[in-house]
């Protein structure tokens, strides 16, 4: 079975700032795909970025990039230019690209905090 | 532009009620999907249908029923709530089981049993 751990419960950054979030996963499958959640206070769940296991270019969307790193199994969320609205509890999942319904696996989530 | 809706937002219930939360989706998706979300655990799979007519049991089953009534409608039942059911309950939906599109969720449901 697969799992995702995220070792950071907190982080914190000052605004304009640049931080990374840390997110491994355990997989016996090669292809698959990897997202970053992002759940603000008002609770929606809010797709950040996602990452193909076949594709080796990271992928990057505005401020946010990942470093996928597949030998690894290592998959972190940067976030550049860091603004208050990024506030939020951050997740990353994990779906097989086989046949298991199209589940997500969660980690257990990283809290970001901005300063201003 | 709806997306997925929950209802209801918020519940409290007492051990031994029973109750239904309920979810629609207007995107046409194939999949659909019950998750919890406890402090410290991240978000767990609780059932899941793949696809109209199909239901499978994910991480934490135990003291839950589905039902897919149809393409749009799926919906969770609690048949006899225990305080450990106290938690936030999130559908969300997908294009389809095996690819890189993203899973679309409701707002959530906070459900109290005391």
């Known amino acids: 079975a697969q799992t995702v751990t995220q070792s950071q419960p907190e982080m914190s950054v000052q605004e304009a700032e640049t931080v990374t979030l840390s997110c491994t996963y355990d997989?016996?499958?090669?292809?698959?795909?990897l997202f970053w959640y992002k759940q603000p206070p008002s609770r929606q769940m809010i797709l950040v970025i996602r990452?193909?296991?076949?594709?080796?270019q990271n992928a990057t969307e505005n401020r946010f990039s990942v470093n996928f790193q597949k030998a690894a199994k290592s998959f972190s969320l940067k976030i550049s230019d860091s603004q208050l609205g990024d506030a939020a509890m951050y997740f990353c999942?994990?779906?097989?690209?086989?046949?298991?319904?199209?589940?997500?696996?969660f980690g257990q989530g990283t809290e970001l905090s901005v300063k201003p | 532009n709806a997306g997925v809706t929950q209802t209801p937002k918020f519940q409290v219930l007492k051990t031994g009620q029973s109750m239904t939360l309920q979810c629609a989706q207007d995107?046409?998706?194939?999949?659909m999907y019950w998750y919890r979300q406890d402090p410290g655990m991240g978000l767990r799979l609780i059932y899941y249908s793949a696809s109209e007519g199909t239901t499978d049991k994910g991480e934490v089953p135990n003291g839950y029923n589905v039902s897919r009534l149809n393409k749009r409608e799926f919906s969770l039942r609690l048949e006899s709530a225990a305080p450990s059911q106290t938690s936030v309950y999130f559908c969300?939906?997908?294009?389809?089981?095996?690819?890189?599109?993203?899973?679309?969720f409701g707002d959530g449901t906070r459900l109290s049993i005391l």
């Open positions: 969300a939906s997908s294009e389809s089981r095996a690819s890189n599109q993203p899973q679309h």
């Open positions: 995107m046409n998706h194939n999949s």
């Open positions: 990452q193909e296991a076949y594709k080796q």
């Open positions: 997989t016996s499958e090669s292809d698959y795909y």
């Open positions: 999942a994990y779906r097989s690209a086989y046949n298991q319904g199209g589940k997500l696996i």
